[in-house]
């Protein structure tokens, strides 16, 4: 009887649930690929899009939106180096490399109020699902009053766990299986990209003017942990330490066919060991260069980040990053110039490291979904030592040309290729970039909505 009475309650419940489902569905309107208020889109039309907008939008009720980027990649990259010592070079030939997927969640809260949760569900670094980030952005504030609505006017608040906007290059970077704003396969050599827990105040000054400024915990994930015991490089009796982060800027659309932005960027952590610090290494996801320039005895998830350079600063770190955009019709310039200095766990004097970059992407076609380009991107670095080079290597350089063309079938669909070669000077014989040189073609299919 128990036994009956338990299976019919759970049919009646299962009868309800689903007779319910449209109706709370509806009630919640529930999208996928859908653009919320103040939100920049997944699909081809958040391209060119830095800072999300905000816009005077319409209300109409709790929205919940489900968008997503997936990128498949095929990799025919060949590498050398002159070390005559220690491991030799990964052994590769052409293939798909494993694909990339990201999920994201957005939720229309209230008027003015957006949620958003992203989360890495396959990628070379992790291949288990993985949350990115997820943040709450305040367009406006649930309090009434004029005074309230007037404060709000040009300023947006987003707190949480979120990528920091330092820089505009990680506007354009791909970002595990969202690949949709970069026309290239990867990243800068010197990936400026993390996650961290605070919140950033916008403000627009109008006419163009914009500014930014953050504060965060300081490293990629929140503990209570004391440094000492979250690693044990770091040395005994010391604490944690905030960074901070701003920008100023200026973005116009001066006419119908051009638009001008320039920006300028700050970061600075001032902790003597700042545990989990990894803004040249915070990205969870990998390379899209696969095992180049890596030792014959490497993975794909312990060596993610092939072909990319991280100065391994966690102590004192201080940055700043200067970027300009032009877009006059079909044909765009980015350019970005970068000065970073800091120090690793147990290092007593700082070292610095540079990078500058420039593209150039034309579109065209009658809805500029074709598009050819290049770019050239250089590091000169000082490098920590290591267990095969005992002392510091000054002055190294990296640099990398590469030419790109692409093709959206559709607003979410892209298919994209480019050829690529990269160059390592000035390394130690120790070291395994001794003489080393990578070059060949990755062609990628990616959709996002």
């Known amino acids: ?73 095929y990799q025919g990259l060949k590498h050398e180096n002159d070390r005559t010592t220690g491991a030799s070079l990964y052994h590769m030939s052409p293939g798909f490399n494993n694909a990339s997927a990201n999920l994201m969640f957005d939720a229309q809260l209230a ?18 699902t993985w949350v990115k ?66 919140a950033e105040i916008y403000v627009s000054g109008g006419n163009g003017l914009f500014g930014m400024i953050g504060a965060t915990g300081g490293t990629i994930r929140g503990t209570i942990d004391s440094t000492n015991k979250q690693t044990a490089a770091a040395p005994a009796g010391i604490s944690k330490m905030p960074s901070f982060l701003g920008k100023v800027g200026y973005d116009k659309q001066v006419d119908e066919n051009l638009r001008v932005r320039l920006a300028a960027s700050v970061y600075h952590n001032n902790a003597v060991a700042a545990a989990g610090n990894t803004l040249f290494g915070g990205d969870r996801t990998g390379s899209n260069y696969f095992m180049v320039m890596e030792a014959n005895t490497g993975t794909y998830s312990a060596n993610a980040f092939s072909g990319r350079f991280d100065p391994g600063f966690k102590r004192k770190i201080t940055t700043a990053q200067f970027n300009g955009f032009v877009k006059y019709s079909g044909l765009e310039v980015f350019g970005t110039y970068e000065v970073a200095k800091g120090r690793a766990y147990d290092e007593a004097t700082k070292r610095d490291a540079n990078q500058y970059a420039v593209e150039g992407i034309y579109r065209f076609g009658s809805k500029e979904n074709l598009f050819v380009g290049a770019r050239y991107n250089a590091v000169k670095a ?62 990628q299919a990616v959709v996002g909505f």
Request: proline share 2%; glycine share 10%; charged share 20%.
């Open 1 to 73: 009887m128990k036994t009956r009475l338990k299976s019919n309650l759970f049919k009646a419940a299962a009868v309800l649930f689903i007779a319910g489902t449209p109706a709370l569905l509806k009630a919640q309107q529930v999208t996928v690929g859908e653009r919320m208020q103040n939100m920049r889109a997944y699909d081809k039309s958040g391209i060119n899009v830095f800072e999300a907008p905000k816009e005077a939008t319409s209300f109409d009720g709790m929205k919940f939106n489900i968008g997503a980027g997936f990128t498949q990649g």
């Open 111 to 128: 008027d003015g109020i957006r949620l958003n949760l992203t989360s890495y569900l396959s990628s070379r670094h992790h291949n288990e």
């Open 382 to 443: 000082d490098v920590a030592a290591t267990a095969d080079v005992a002392s510091v290597q000054n002055d190294v350089k990296i640099d990398r040309t590469t030419f790109a063309a692409g093709w959206f079938l559709t607003n979410n669909i892209l298919l994209k290729g480019e050829y690529v070669t990269q160059k390592y000077k000035d390394f130690n014989a120790a070291d395994i970039r001794h003489g080393g040189k990578f070059n060949g073609y990755v062609i």
């Open 133 to 198: 980030a997820g943040y709450i952005q305040f367009d406006k504030l649930p309090f009434k009053g004029q005074f309230w609505d007037d404060l709000m006017k040009n300023i947006t608040l987003k707190v949480g766990h979120m990528e920091i906007n330092y820089g505009d290059a990680h506007f354009r970077r791909s970002d595990g299986g969202s690949t949709m704003y970069n026309p290239f396969a990867e990243n800068y050599i010197m990936d400026s990209f993390t996650t961290e827990i605070g």
